[in-house]
């Protein structure tokens, strides 16, 4: 796979699809680069903890979220809606990771 086609990891698409806090979502943002790396980390037969940044805690989220990772990819949403002020929000668009997952996308 080339460099163009990896799935960069964002700290509100980590959140929201891990379900974990911003702090947890920061420290696998902060390990993996891409979907890809993450998901060859989770594979590999080295444990997860031993890369850096990667605590229990951590671990676990992954591996929870590893287990259901089809589910919860379709059930992401493509964006999230955080309110900044009582005047202004930000929306920050998220890229699908199905395809680092190896999941077809079906158009609804």
Not at 31 to 40: H, K, N, R, S, W
Not at 65 to 82: I, K, L, N, P, V
Not at 86 to 97: K, L
Request: net charge negative.
């Amino acid at each position: 796979m080339s460099a163009e086609q990896n799935t960069l990891l964002g700290v509100d698409a980590i959140q929201q699809r891990m379900t974990c806090s911003a702090l947890v979502a920061r420290q696998i943002k902060d390990a993996f680069v891409t979907v890809e790396q993450l998901l060859d980390a989770v594979e590999s037969e080295k444990p997860l903890t031993e890369v850096d940044g990667v605590g229990p805690k951590t671990k676990e989220v992954i591996e929870e979220w590893y287990e259901t990772s089809e589910e919860r990819e379709q059930d992401a949403r493509a964006a999230t809606f955080t309110r900044t002020s009582s005047t202004s929000a930000t929306i920050t668009f998220h890229n699908s990771w199905a395809d680092a997952l190896g999941i077809e996308e079906v158009d609804a």
